[in-house]
């Protein structure tokens, strides 16, 4: 594979998990725990969002077609988006969610402090200023697993349910394929295979200190860089281009 | 001192207009007459997230879902920074909120009209934020000093809002015919429910006249309904749009707009809880409140056991 369908490949992977997690953390807007919750629940995905839309416009320049960020945000079918299956599970409730995010947190950390490294300025300028949001994010979502794993046994139960539940959804963020290959050839990205045991101990550790149970590593879910979703992600779409598809060619 | 000389102080500092602040003596009517405003209009920044929030997932673009989102997270920040100014009064954010979920508390009744196409989040920035800023700014005086800064704070924000749905809209008048007709169409359904905003006529207003005399209002609803009517005309003139009003014509004479006849009898139902929203509404608030409460008491648990755990250390 050429580095230039590899590297817009790799970009679309990462704005698509930006994108539609952000777009999941939304859904929570004005229905919140508590106000400020809701409050620092809309500024992770308000920093997703703007993680996706770089990532995006900087896909579009790759590819060379002349596509802004809204046209590859919203006018894809369903086998295009890329984004790993963890992303678009549904909110379920905040325990779920705390969950989701704390694994893709950890995920993300780790593969954009590898970014800022990368041999593609763009790539590492861009990994430079998402970290800092990034890192946040993931101490929010550690004190959160704190706070429900060794909070009251109702939090403690619920909590350990939605990791154990999310678990086997995993293994899809590590899945590498043809275009990851090239990606490590060329130093743009890190080999997800040597992030894997870091980000596993780091789950362990954060899980032990909430007194919680790392789950067994039994099968797992994969298929999000071939494009096959979950049967959530259609419903996804449906909401997130609803505008585009009724109105095609539109400004808004 | 005597509450008769207490009067007196308080008295004088409303004719003299400096600020009530916690810590003075108030009369209770007016403690409970801000304090009713105050979580009125905290309630009315939560729940107006509703409306705005239905279309954040349907939102035609990267950099308007952004704008979207950011909108009512200032929303929420207001509601927040309301919340805590009420508490100066002496009543706790929980009963406060407790009250609007118990039916006891009103929000605005803007929030109960729903929010059905994306013209409407244009709609809803350039007349509600719009109609609430007319009535922030103559806030901004009011007598109670917390409410007073909080207004100041909040302002700016909502300017910035009125002028993201009106770009919305701008947007819309210079698309196509489709995107035109939605704004029509949202302008008519807002236009008189952005009016009944300002209340009731004054002489129909039950707190109205003693909230002047105490300068926690400073302007008539009726005062204020007129300002909004006339900065507005103009606004929808530029777009291309037609206010939904065939009375609506400039009075030479007075300096302002004539205008028709608000649908009081629409605005009292709605004010009883037959809104088209009214129950989803308060069920979507009360869902958060119950879902929420694990989760809350998991916080209060865990921060309880750290307190302990540091204090362990420290023996
Ligand atoms: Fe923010
Ligand atoms: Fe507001
Ligand atoms: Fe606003």
């Known amino acids: 594979m050429e580095k230039k369908q590899a590297l817009f490949n790799y970009l679309l992977r990462l704005a698509d998990n930006s994108a539609i997690l952000g777009h999941k953390l939304s859904e929570w807007c004005g229905h919140g725990p508590e106000l400020e919750e809701d409050i620092a629940i809309i500024n992770t995905a308000l920093d997703l969002l703007g993680h996706s839309r770089s990532l995006y416009t900087y896909a579009g320049e ?20 890329k984004n790993a299956l963890i992303t678009e599970l549904p909110n379920g409730h905040y325990g779920d969610t705390i969950a989701r995010q704390y694994l893709f947190d950890q995920f993300n950390y780790l593969l954009f402090i590898e970014l800022e490294k990368s041999s593609d300025e763009t790539v590492a300028a861009i990994a430079a200023k998402a970290i800092k949001e990034i890192r946040y994010h993931l101490r929010r979502s550690i004190e959160w697993t704190l706070r429900l794993g060794d909070g009251t046994e109702e939090s403690h139960a619920k909590i350990q349910e939605a990791f154990d539940d999310v678990w086997a959804y995993t293994g899809d963020l590590f899945v590498q394929d043809d275009s990851d290959l090239v990606i490590i050839a060329e130093g743009i990205g890190p080999d997800l295979k040597a992030i894997q045991p870091i980000w596993r101990e780091k789950v ?42 009724t109105y095609p060619g539109c400004e808004w | 001192m005597s509450e008769h000389e207490l009067q007196a102080i308080f008295d004088r500092k409303i004719e003299n207009e400096v600020k009530i602040e916690p810590k003075d003596w108030m009369p209770d009517a007016y403690r409970k007459n801000v304090l009713r405003q105050m979580s009125q209009h905290a309630h009315s920044e ?74 409407d989040i244009g709609a809803v920035g350039w007349l ?33 809002h009125q002028r993201q749905g009106y770009e919305i809209l701008l947007t819309l008048c210079r698309g196509t015919e489709e995107q035109k007709a939605m704004a029509q169409d949202a302008l008519n359904r807002f236009w008189w429910p952005s009016l009944m905003m300002f209340g009731p006529s004054d002489k129909d207003s039950p707190h109205s006249a003693q909230s002047m005399a105490w300068k926690v209002k400073r302007m008539g609803n009726d005062e204020l309904r007129q300002k909004f009517i006339d900065q507005t005309v103009k606004q929808a003139d530029f777009l291309g749009l037609t206010l939904p009003d065939p009375d609506l014509k400039w009075n030479e004479e007075k300096g302002q707009y004539d205008w028709g006849q608000i649908d009081w009898e629409e605005f009292y139902n709605v004010i009883k809880g037959n809104g ?7 069920a979507a608030r009360q869902k958060a409140y119950d879902n929420g409460a694990w989760v809350r008491d998991a916080a209060t648990a865990y921060a309880k056991k750290r307190a302990e755990r540091k204090n362990k250390e420290a023996a």
């Not at chain 2, 509703?50 to 929420?76: C, F, H, M, Y």
């Not at chain 2, 800023?133 to 109670?144: A, D, F, P, R």
């Open chain 2, 46 to 119: 939560i729940v107006g997230m509703l409306p705005e929030g239905n279309w954040i997932t349907r939102a035609p673009s990267l950099r308007r879902k952004v704008a979207l989102l950011a909108k009512i997270q200032d929303e929420a920040g207001h509601g927040l920074y309301l919340y805590s100014a009420a508490e100066t009064l002496g009543t706790d954010r929980e009963r406060i909120v407790l009250d609007l979920l118990e039916g006891k508390a009103k929000y605005s009744s803007i929030f109960n009209y729903p929010a059905l196409t994306w013209a």
């Open chain 1, 204 to 245: 362990k550790a954060t899980l032990a200190e909430a007194t919680l149970l790392i789950p067994e590593d039994g099968w797992m879910h994969s298929g999000s860089k071939q494009g096959r979703h979950t049967e959530h992600m259609g419903h996804i779409l449906s909401e997130l281009q609803y505008m585009q598809r």
């Open chain 1, 62 to 81: 790759v590819e060379g077609k002349g596509k802004t960020e809204d046209d590859l945000a919203f006018l894809r079918i369903e086998r295009e988006y």
């Open chain 2, 128 to 160: 509600v934020d719009g109609a609430a800023i007319v009535n922030q700014i103559m806030l901004q005086k009011t007598s109670y000093g917390p409410y007073s800064r909080a207004m100041i704070r909040i302002c700016k924000e909502e300017s910035f």
């Open chain 2, 276 to 282: 088209p929203c009214n129950k989803e509404r308060l």
